[in-house]
């Protein structure tokens, strides 16, 4: 079964830096798109950024020019470098990779990012 394992969340103060990190299980076999998304309490589920097989990326305007999103092929991981953070940016962050070999989207358990003082 695959397993994306997702790491690099926390508390942090407004301002601060956090790099978040998905790595996809070897059963996963080729990946294709990888992205983030987050999900912060009584909202919906937002996309972050994305990422292409060839390194083509995608921000929505929340995290443009603050987040960067980049993934290692060899190690079926996707990061996503996070600086400049505000309270607004406190959700919960997932990420989301397309299986190339199974045709489909599985998503990665989560981890909390908090931007406190």
């Known amino acids: 079964q695959v397993q994306l394992v997702e790491s690099g969340g926390g508390l942090v103060q407004p301002g601060g830096s956090l790099r978040l990190t998905c790595a996809a299980s070897r059963t996963a076999g080729s990946i294709g798109a990888m992205a983030w998304y987050r999900q912060a309490p009584e909202k919906q589920r937002e996309l972050v950024a994305t990422?292409?097989?060839?390194?083509?990326?995608n921000y929505a305007d929340s995290g443009k020019g603050r987040f960067t999103i980049s993934r290692d092929n060899a190690k079926k991981t996707v990061y996503l470098q996070m600086n400049s953070l505000k309270p607004e940016d406190t959700a919960v962050y997932y990420c989301?990779?397309?299986?190339?070999?199974?045709?489909?989207?599985?998503w990665g358990q989560g981890t909390q990012v908090t931007v406190a003082s």
């Open positions: 990422i292409t097989t060839g390194g083509s990326t």
């Open positions: 989301n990779v397309w299986l190339i070999s199974s045709s489909r989207w599985v």
